[in-house]
DNA sequence: ACCCAGGACTGAT
DNA sequence: ATCAGTCATGGG
């Protein structure tokens, strides 16, 4: 039986701005593959899709896939002038921000993005990738195009057994994963009422997760919720706040950071921190920078505010 | 061999 | 409330 191809759909980018690579490889999604051709095969809302740029046109191809759809992932709708110009007059935020301007926070589905964020700890992003892509081959429900598996449902994933998670190379998040299905699939937290909440209160829901700390909330409330002021603190951006904003003192801890982000880069801080991210993890001159910058002066007052206001 | 990775949980202070 | 130990696994 033949299928009618589906149609291309096609978004300017002129007024918007994107950078599809730097998103796609900004370390918020972990289920895409880049083509030598420089097209991404990807999933947007469960859906196989192909997605690629030209300049400023956005194009993508996949069956069931609609413009909205696809706006909605890649976050167009957002007001990004609005959203640079609450960031403060900060010079380094600014050279992250320059370094990559058109990364974008995604809108991407609340449980895949919970599961990828549960396998993230202790693991490099191209392991969570493979972790993505495991869990999809063993107990995902294969589709159309073969060799191509949905992302497994929470009810999938808590029929499994926690030796075919460790299968999959999950290590100890294997029962992170698992009891985490159980308490989804039981309602014990329905990740679709945590769409409407309160970002504070949709923070505590998730924390009641196994495996989901603040970290891994900040980071689903981020790139799924599209809760721009989230502000995942992890190893590398706990080590260039540290550097940039507290001279690189070890005795400040996590708790002041958080705070100190959560004043300081305003009510779009997530995206200030994937900004920062991105440019630590891809600009080897940042690393240099920084290391200047913590070099500088060790504090001496420890109850004193170092980062500028 | 050694250190690190988009951390969270547990039990002892 | 804070804090060190521990948890698998693969890359560099």
Redo the contacts with the bound molecule.
């Keep these: 039986m033949t299928r009618a191809a589906p149609p291309q759909i096609s978004l300017s980018l002129a007024r918007h701005g994107l950078d599809l690579d730097a998103t796609l490889t900004?370390?918020?999604s972990f289920c895409w593959n880049r083509h030598a051709d420089g097209r991404w095969r990807g999933w947007i809302d469960g859906r196989p899709c192909l997605v690629w740029q030209h300049g400023e046109v956005l194009r993508a191809v996949g069956s069931e896939l609609t413009h909205e759809a696809v706006a909605r992932y890649f976050g167009l709708d957002l007001p990004m002038r609005d959203i640079f110009a609450s960031f403060p007059a900060d010079p380094w935020l600014e050279r992250a921000r320059d370094f990559a301007p058109g990364l974008r926070i995604l809108r991407q589905d609340p449980w895949e993005t919970l599961c990828n964020?549960i396998c993230?700890?202790?693991?490099?992003?191209?392991?969570?990738a493979?972790i993505n892509a495991s869990l999809r081959r063993a107990l995902g429900e294969p589709l159309d195009p073969p060799n191509l598996y949905a992302f497994p449902t929470a009810p999938r994933l808590a029929r499994a057994t926690e030796a075919q998670l460790?299968e999959c190379?999950?290590?100890?998040r294997a029962r992170?994963l698992f009891v985490a299905a159980r308490q989804v699939i039981q309602g014990e937290v329905s990740l679709e009422k945590i769409e409407t909440m309160p970002t504070e209160e949709a923070r505590e829901t998730l924390?009641r997760?196994?495996?989901?700390?603040?970290?891994?909330?900040n980071?689903v409330l981020l790139?799924a919720y599209g809760r721009l002021e989230a502000f995942?603190?992890?190893?590398?951006?706990e080590?260039v706040l540290r550097q940039l904003y507290f001279k690189g003192s070890k005795r400040v801890?996590l708790?002041r950071m958080a705070d100190f982000s959560r004043t300081h880069f305003g009510p779009y801080g997530g995206y200030a921190?994937?900004f920062l991210?991105h440019w630590v993890?891809k600009d080897p001159r940042a690393l240099v920078l920084a290391n200047a910058a913590a070099a500088k002066k060790p504090v001496e007052k420890p109850g004193e505010v170092e980062g500028q206001a």
């Design positions: 900004s370390g918020q964020f993230s700890s202790l693991k490099q992003i191209v392991q969570i493979q460790r190379r999950l290590g100890f992170h924390l997760l196994q495996g989901v700390g603040e970290k891994v909330a980071c790139f995942p603190i992890d190893v590398w951006v080590r801890k708790a921190q994937q991210f993890r």
